[in-house]
T-cell receptor, first 112, second 112 residues
Framework: KAGVTQTPRYLIKTRGQQVTLSCSPI?????VSWYQQTPGQGLQFLFE???????NKGNFPGRFSGRQFSNSRSEMNVSTLELGDSALYLC???????????FGSGTRLTVV | GESVGLHLPTLSVQEGDNSIINCAYS??????FIWYKQESGKGPQFIID?????DKRQGQRVTVLLNKTVKHLSLQIAATQPGDSAVYFC???????????FGAGTILRVKS
């Protein structure tokens, strides 16, 4: 079956702009989580959605937001981009707690 | 942040040898742990998981050991192959809502 699909794969934005990233989970998976990966901070949890509800949120500023649609697809948005937002943004889907989390290949965001 | 990845430890092994990658986790209340492998340009790939009511779990060529007393996880890879070269992360599920906290990662280099 198809894995977790993230689009786009690469993105270049200018400081101050906003960006929306998309994630399509594995069919049947209702939980979608987002992570930011940087060389300096490693992998950090952004937020998690289950059945269109945000259940958990990491320690990121309010510029980072997300949502989940009724078909479980999820988007995350970053407003007023800063240079430090340059990172690999990863999405993971799961059937539920204590099941394996399958990651997509990520969206590489570069802010210039 | 909760995960620091500035300087990753490196483990170099000869092809065919066994590898042991170690990880210390932070939360004694964590009840689910996962090992991931990440190759360059890809998202983390699930290797093996273990729940806190177990102390050992085996997969194909991999074994995970959990020591809750000292909050330590290890991943053993038997007969390491060049294709095993990657960054390996341990992750703990710390809260309701699929929040994974990742370790800093270990680079595994396999010499032929």
């Amino acid at each position: 079956k198809a894995g977790v699909t993230q689009t786009p794969r690469y993105l270049i934005k200018t400081r101050g702009q906003q960006v929306t990233l998309s994630c399509s989970p594995i069919s049947g998976h209702r939980s979608v989580s987002w992570y930011q990966q940087t060389p300096g901070q490693g992998l950090q949890f952004l937020f998690e959605y289950f059945s269109e509800t945000q259940r958990n949120k990491g320690n990121f500023p309010g510029r980072f937001s997300g949502r989940q649609f009724s078909n479980s697809r999820s988007e995350m948005n970053v407003s007023t981009l800063e240079l430090g937002d340059s990172a690999l943004y990863l999405c993971a889907s799961s059937q539920g707690e204590d099941y394996g989390y399958t990651f997509g290949s990520g969206t590489r965001l570069t802010v210039v | 942040g909760e995960s620091v990845g500035l300087h990753l430890p490196t483990l170099s092994v000869q092809e065919g040898d066994n590898s042991i990658i170690n990880c210390a986790y932070s939360n004694s209340a964590s009840d689910y742990f996962i090992w991931y492998k990440q190759e360059s340009g890809k998202g983390p790939q699930f290797i093996i998981d273990i729940r806190s009511n177990m102390d050992k779990r085996q997969g194909q060529r991999v074994t995970v050991l959990l020591n809750k007393t000292v909050k330590h996880l290890s991943l053993q890879i038997a007969a390491t192959q060049p294709g095993d070269s990657a960054v390996y992360f341990c992750a703990e599920n710390v809260e309701y809502g699929n929040k994974l906290v990742f370790g800093a990662g270990t680079i595994l280099r396999v010499k032929s």
